[in-house]
């Protein structure tokens, strides 16, 4: 279990946005970063993920054609990574991961072992690792855009995107980016993790899928 304990955060604190202008707010954010670096946490282990058509066919239970759509961005992943490499950036992603996984997070997997083919820097770590912070509930979805900027992305119950909290304070910013920084240091690679404890799973089927 990590020793150091995430920070609090006070809705209070941050502004709030709407889905629409978090999305705007991020990509223009992370845009501009130049030799810099970007730190996620996530946590919750379902997503109603919009506009993807392979979480679409999850949903649908159609399992094959959810990977094949994910094989289908190559191309689109390899582009990113370099414009990534141009200007200098870096965005590290740490999933905490509940067992016996969700159908959710057992696509994400297939996911991010596909997005750290091309160099995205993703680690996995359990649920037990981040126990010391979960007293009063599991910890919120987090993002770090450049060392200045922290969203905490917002959901409903079920899973639905919903906005974020935007928080500026330095202080405030620097101490989850260190909290993230710490768990991506105890994780394990995802290639590693999926190829031991993801690939050997069966699909999971359509009523698995329903009950996420």
Known sequence: MLDLLAPDLVPEQGDRLTRTAYKQEFRQLEDAVRDGSSWKLERRQ???EQGSP???ALRRGDWEEALRLLADRRDTLTKAAQEDKRRGYAFHRVRVVERPLTPYVQWELHSQRQRAEYGQRIRVVPAAQVAASEDTGPLPEVVVLGGRTLFQVLYT???VANGAIRYTDRDLVERWE?????LY???EEVISYFDREVAPLDPPTLSDAGRE
């Open 185 to 187: 240091a105890v994780g």
């Open 178 to 182: 260190n909290y993230i920084k710490a």
């Open 157 to 159: 119950e079920a899973g």
């Open 46 to 48: 379902h997503f109603e």
């Open 54 to 56: 392979s979480r679409d």
